[in-house]
């Protein structure tokens, strides 16, 4: 089975095709980009970037995998969850070309494919991951929009058993990055300045860790981050122990656009937010486990390229005897690799959309809860 | 073409280099990252050249290196988290955007007048482009979708004649380390135009303080009843203004609760825009957050449109980026300001009014 996959979620751009769960090829356009996220985080911008970058990077997927469009079975395209008018683009053109070759399409939840992301393959039918899992197994989805836990049983059977009330986790990073000034996209750049900082300098409280529940809320741990470099901040800029925290008509206020920090502030602040952050991500997974009775867990999304939480996770799971799954770098963030080998597996149990010309986007698309 | 080697010989290579810069034509050059491309961004047929070689698609910018901070200066305006870069991070593997002074050729900064600068932490780049007393281009010198360069082979492996004909100059420094490219840092979202006071004339303006998250959100809830009772005939905009961590998506949480919305209010930061159906008193609760758009027209590329029809609530994070817009609705929409501080810790105070 040939499959074609798009996926336009967010701000890259992405194609592949694989032969049933083998991955022939595997095109991102920022990958191929000189300049990363150049201004595309604009909806506006995204839009048009992905139409810019949308033939080429199929065409390109198809020269790699060396398969023509008439030999193609299935169109995979991601729907949904995303930014409404970047899933448009892909939607699109998947429609186009269904029409067009009159292939059969098949819609694909785009957290459904981070999660059966630890089953691809190469193209000699080698594991990515390096790791097999079986079922049952729970999904750790972790991006600039996503913070899902997911009970996986089999092939198309999900249940949502936890996620963020707030903020997601990816998206703690970029706006503990903007208190930091550390500019768009902040998330990659924390990981990046906390590799020489003290984790354990800045204490930071962990919201909900102890909560029945698999829910997480790291909106506090952002409040907390503010609270604690406005004290920072203002230990060295005022020298009485006068009240910190006024408002914005008060001598003596900063608001936190006002605020910069040095190079070894930034490093400890930030590592210790990472810590924080992780520690969080990896307690509660673990705890999900055991309330589960699963041996099995993968993480994916944007955040999963984070070394340090790569680190902590394979100790703290080899430790409790459960095995994790890992997906390579670039299974982790935003592929379409990842929408082919649904694409495959819904291939197999004919799900294929009825009227291709009717598939809708939707943007705030989940799993459903148990 | 020529081909310098640049070891023991820097100053012959700098002085090669300026004479090709000056003439309008195409150097390739070793940094900490790869290899570069430079040009005179100032020059026209200098910079249509380099495009020609690059075989850019369309409108996608390009990065200039400069020597210092001062250089910068004289091409891009630095806000707080720039400057702030600038000194902890610069040089250094990192591009950082900011608005464009527009003093470059057509196609270098973006069609959003943003300009990418790097500070390269390369000694023969820095004396180069302190000799030139110019910037130059900082692009790779691959062809776009292709390999990053790390050696002159590499360069090569994908060049056609034609377009190594457009190369003057080579300064070959041999293989480089495999460094990533450098690290892109967008600092121009954090221009946010507060509303001074007097721009926005509240009536009815009213002043609370809330002690805890949940009582953020039984404001939240109060504020919700409040419009239903107003059974206005015309769509309605909370216009949430406020810094990081004051409870922005708490109040929301608490207005959801009184429309009867039973699903989990999260934050719409990473979608823009969040819709939820609700039953009875509204048709629609759309939750924007509109922090990541750089110009207020780009509210229409989210669908604000379609957003202002009747008996629809829409409540919009960060509005005052979008002040303007929200303004000139009129008559033809009921807003409501809120401005959310910290008090301390736990505190917040919330002061609101009709516009």
């Keep these: 089975m040939k499959i074609l996959a798009i996926e336009t979620s967010c701000d890259d ?10 991955v022939l090829s595997s095109v991102v356009s920022t990958q191929v980009e000189f300049h990363k996220k150049f201004g595309g985080v604009v909806p506006g911008i995204a839009r048009d970037k992905h139409k810019e ?49 009159k292939k059969k399409l098949i819609p694909v939840n785009h957290l459904e494919g981070h999660a059966l992301s630890p089953f691809l393959k190469d193209k000699n039918g080698k594991l990515y991951s390096k790791v097999k899992l079986n079922f049952p197994f729970i ?10 836990l997911v009970l996986v049983s089999d092939f198309g059977k999900y249940e949502l058993i936890g996620q963020t009330l707030d903020d997601a986790a990816g998206e703690a990073f970029d706006k503990v990055a903007r208190l930091l000034k550390l500019g768009y996209p902040g998330g990659p750049l924390i990981s990046k300045v906390a590799e020489t900082g003290d984790r354990n300098k800045y204490l930071l409280p962990k919201p909900m860790l102890k909560s029945a529940d698999f829910n997480f ?123 082919g080998i649904v694409g495959y597996y819904k291939g197999l149990r004919k799900e294929f959309s009825k009227d291709p010309s009717k598939v809708e986007r939707d943007p705030i698309l989940n799993f459903k809860s148990g | 073409m020529k081909i310098i080697k640049l070891k023991n010989n820097s100053s012959k290579a700098i002085n ?41 698609r369309n409108d996608k910018p390009i990065s200039i290196a ?17 400057k702030n870069l600038y000194k902890e991070y610069l040089p250094g593997p990192f591009t950082i955007i900011s608005k464009s002074k527009g003093k470059v050729a057509l196609g270098v900064e973006s069609n959003i007048k943003t300009q990418g600068v790097r500070i390269p932490k390369y000694g023969f780049v820095t004396n180069l482009l302190k000799k030139f007393g110019k910037p130059i281009t900082a692009t790779s010198a691959n062809i776009s979708y292709k390999k990053t360069p790390y050696s002159v082979e590499d360069i090569f492996a994908n060049t ?46 009213h002043k609370v303080v809330t002690r805890s998250e949940e009582e953020t959100r039984v404001f939240g809830e109060k504020l919700a009843i409040n419009l239903i009772n107003k059974k206005l005939d015309k769509p309605i905009i909370v216009a949430l203004q406020g810094e990081l961590g004051t409870g922005k998506t708490q109040l929301c949480k608490g207005l959801a609760k009184s429309l009867g919305i039973k699903q989990e209010v999260v934050s719409p930061t990473f979608v823009i825009c969040r819709e939820y159906i609700v039953k009875n008193d509204f048709n629609k609760f759309f939750h924007m957050d509109i922090y990541k758009l750089i110009e207020p027209e780009e509210l229409w590329e989210v669908g604000f449109k379609e957003m202002l029809s009747d008996r629809n609530l829409i409540v919009i994070e960060w509005a005052e980026k979008a002040s303007k817009i929200i303004k000139d609705l009129g008559e033809t929409v009921f807003v409501v300001w809120i401005n959310m501080y910290h008090k301390s810790e736990n505190e917040r105070i919330i002061e609101y009014g009709e516009y």
Excluded at chain 1, 63 to 80: H, L, P, S
Excluded at chain 2, 28 to 43: F, K, Q, R
């Design chain 1, 139 to 148: 999904s750790m989805i972790i991006s600039g929009g996503h913070t899902e």
């Design chain 2, 16 to 56: 090669e280099a300026i004479l090709v810069l000056q003439k309008g034509g195409i150097i390739v050059y070793p940094t900490e990252t790869c290899y570069g491309l430079g040009v005179d961004p100032t020059n026209q047929a200098a910079v249509n050249k380099l495009i020609s070689y690059k075989t850019f």
């Design chain 1, 53 to 101: 970058f949308i033939d080429p990077c199929i065409e390109k997927a198809l020269k790699q995998a060396k398969v023509t469009m008439e030999k193609i079975d299935y169109i995979a395209v991601t729907y949904g969850p995303g930014l409404a008018i970047a899933l448009e683009v892909g939607l699109k053109k998947a429609q186009a070309l269904s029409l067009e070759y």
């Design chain 2, 66 to 82: 400069v020597s210092d901070k001062k250089m910068a200066e004289k091409y891009v305006t630095l806000n707080n988290t720039a």
């Design chain 1, 13 to 22: 751009t992405c194609a592949a095709v694989l032969d049933n769960d083998r």
């Design chain 1, 217 to 339: 809320s790291f909106s506090g741990v952002k409040t907390a981050c503010l609270v604690a470099l406005r004290k920072i901040y203002a230990e060295k800029n005022i020298n009485s122990n006068e009240k910190l925290i006024l408002t914005q008509n008060d001598p003596g206020y900063y608001d936190s656009k006002d605020m910069v920090f040095t190079k070894k502030e930034i490093a400890d602040f930030a590592a210790s937010f990472e810590k924080t952050m992780v520690d969080i991500l990896v307690t509660k997974l673990l705890a999900a486990t055991k309330k589960y009775g699963v041996k099995y867990v993968s993480i994916g999304g944007g955040v999963c390229a984070n070394n340090y939480l790569r680190k902590t996770m394979r100790e703290a799971f080899s430790k409790k005897g459960v095995i994790v799954s890992i997906p390579d770098k670039r299974f982790c963030t935003d592929n379409a690799g990842m929408i």
């Design chain 2, 160 to 205: 056609s004649q034609k377009q190594k004909d457009l190369i003057d100059l080579i300064i070959d420094a041999g293989v480089l380390p495999k460094n990533d490219p450098s690290t892109v840092i967008d600092t121009t979202l954090d221009d946010v135009n507060v509303l001074r006071q007097g721009d926005i004339i509240l009536h009815h303006k």
